[in-house]
Structures are given as structure tokens and as C-alpha cells.
């Protein structure tokens, strides 16, 4: 996988390498933008030489092209009450708030099927555009209510951030990677990959969810001691 486009950390050193990190997450999983968010604080405060590479995973691979309403969905598929959907919307936005992200939920807003977005990150890896495709996806979808699983929606996002739109709606019209796509989450399946976020460090540490930024702080700094034998 290609290195993302980010400006290079500067390089310590304690660490002869870039710690590698791999990331499977899902554009509809509020909580990957939150710890994403949370581990890239901890990553500038520890001022930690990285290297992060965005895999796909999709939370409702089964979700129909229609989607369906966010709120249905959760008590559908975790049973939760109202007054416990309401207290986890208002927790996420207030942690979103807390690293700079935007959270908009609202009554109407759509859970939607993302085997297509996935494919479009795919694509924005070759052109090293994933990280900022990622990055707008989450925005698109959680501020700003966009359908991902419009083909010409996913398009004019790739072009808003300086993808060629044409090519973007080619790649979605003719599938070219789906294939691809399927055997990467295969494979993170048959790794043990059951639920997202996962980051694994260095290709060997697997941390489960959105740890928060103190302990993925206290993480960084086991792993550099680790690294530095």
C-alpha cells in the first residue's frame, strides 16, 4: 500500500523507520473519525514518525441502495432505545467537537450502503489522494448529509478535492476495483477484523476502538520503547 498524503513527520531518533499503522474503518462509523482523530493528537503530540494506510471495512454490507434511516438502524441492529441513541449522538458530538469535527446528526439522516466509496478510496490511493478522499467522506456524510451511495454525489466529492471527476465516475460506473476491494476486506476478515475501528501498529499490535488520546499517548510510547529494543 501506498504511503498517504500527508506531510511527512520528522524522523526521530529512537525510530530507524516510520511506525507503520493500518487503519480499517468504515465512512459510516462515527466513532473511526473520533478515534482517528484521537490518535492523530496523540501522534502530533508525541511528535511520532508514521506512516497511516486506510483499509476498507463496511459496517452493513447488506444495506440496500435505498439506505435507511439512522435512528431505524440503530435499534434495528444494537437495540437501543431512543433515550440511549440520543445519549450517544450527544456524546459523539461533544467528543467531535473536543478534536475539531463537526458532527451534525439530525431526525432524517440515512445510513448507506459504502461498498462504492470504498471503491472510490481505492481508486484516490493510485492518484495518493486517500487520506484527503477519507477525511471529506466522513465530513460529507456526518456534517453535511451527503448520499455516499450516489455515484455522482462520490464523484463531485472526489473532485472537490482535486480528483478528476470524470475519471472518479468511470471507476464507479465500470467497478474496475470491486474485486480488488472484496479481497482486501477478505483478508482483514481472516485476520480477526470483526469491528472498526482497528489500528494495528507496526503490523503486529491490534488496538480495538476509539482508545481516546491519553492512552493512545501511553500506546505510542510502549511502542517506541518496544522499537527501540
Not at 105 to 129: C, G, S, V, Y
Request: hydrophobic fraction near 35%.
Amino acid at each position: 500500500m501506498n504511503t498517504q498524503d500527508r506531510p511527512s513527520a520528522p524522523s526521530t531518533a529512537q525510530s530507524p523507520t516510520p511506525l507503520r499503522i493500518d487503519v480499517v474503518s468504515d465512512v459510516m462509523c462515527p466513532w473511526c473519525i473520533i478515534g482517528y482523530r484521537q490518535l492523530a493528537t496523540a501522534l502530533e503530540a508525541t511528535d511520532t514518525d508514521y506512516e497511516l494506510h486506510w483499509h476498507p471495512f463496511e459496517l452493513n454490507p447488506e444495506m440496500p441502495a435505498e439506505g435507511q434511516n439512522l435512528r431505524e438502524h440503530i435499534v434495528e441492529k444494537y437495540g437501543a432505545t431512543p433515550e440511549q441513541s440520543e445519549q450517544n449522538r450527544a456524546q459523539m458530538t461533544k467528543l467531535g467537537e473536543d478534536l475539531g469535527f463537526d458532527f451534525r446528526f439530525e431526525p432524517e439522516m440515512r445510513m448507506h450502503n459504502t461498498f462504492d466509496a470504498h471503491q472510490l478510496l481505492h481508486w484516490a490511493e493510485t492518484q495518493n489522494r486517500k487520506h484527503a478522499l477519507k477525511q471529506a467522506l466522513f465530513s460529507a456524510h456526518f456534517t453535511h448529509h451527503r448520499d455516499l451511495s450516489d455515484t455522482s454525489v462520490l464523484a463531485d466529492i472526489a473532485a472537490e478535492i482535486g480528483l478528476d471527476r470524470d475519471t472518479a465516475l468511470e471507476v464507479l460506473q465500470d467497478q474496475r476495483f470491486a474485486g480488488a476491494v472484496r479481497e482486501v476486506q477478505n483478508f482483514w476478515r481472516s485476520q480477526g477484523i470483526q469491528g472498526v475501528p482497528a489500528v494495528i501498529f507496526d503490523q503486529k499490535h491490534l488496538v480495538s476502538g476509539a482508545q481516546g488520546v491519553e492512552n493512545f499517548t501511553n500506546i505510542l510510547g510502549q511502542l517506541a520503547e518496544i522499537r527501540q529494543g
